[in-house]
Nanobody, 120 residues
């Protein structure tokens, strides 16, 4: 079992930056690939970024490529999402997820989500 807790969401103006964190507890964090997903109200949950268990391979959705950076610190059991040049359309609830498989479509474990709101 893995427990995930996101933090760092909030209100930011367009063009600004936020860093999300996801702290993991439970089984060995470094065994899991991690991902960040987002969901707008009434929409589906889409992958934003992913990182493999060793941090050597990453994936980004086209919509965030060049603006967002995913990273992890296995010593701290934490994965991060640095979000720069934020746009109105980045407004969503952001979830971190863990799965043994990199870029899993339906990860085994999810956090509770953190709201990111980008204002004009």
């Amino acid at each position: 079992q893995v427990q995930l807790a996101e933090s760092g969401g909030g209100l930011v103006q367009a063009g600004g930056s936020l860093q999300l964190s996801c702290a993991a507890s439970g089984r060995t964090f470094s065994s899991y690939a991690m991902g960040w997903f987002r969901q707008v109200r009434g929409g589906k949950r889409d992958i934003v970024a992913a990182i493999n268990n060793g941090g050597t391979n990453t994936y980004y959705a086209d919509s965030v490529k060049g603006r967002f950076t995913i990273s992890r610190d296995n010593a701290k059991n934490t994965v991060y999402l640095q979000m720069n040049s934020l746009k109105l359309e980045d407004t969503a609830v952001y979830y971190c997820a863990a799965d043994p498989v990199f870029r899993a479509v339906y990860p085994d474990y999810w956090g509770q989500g953190t709201q990111v709101t980008v204002s004009s």
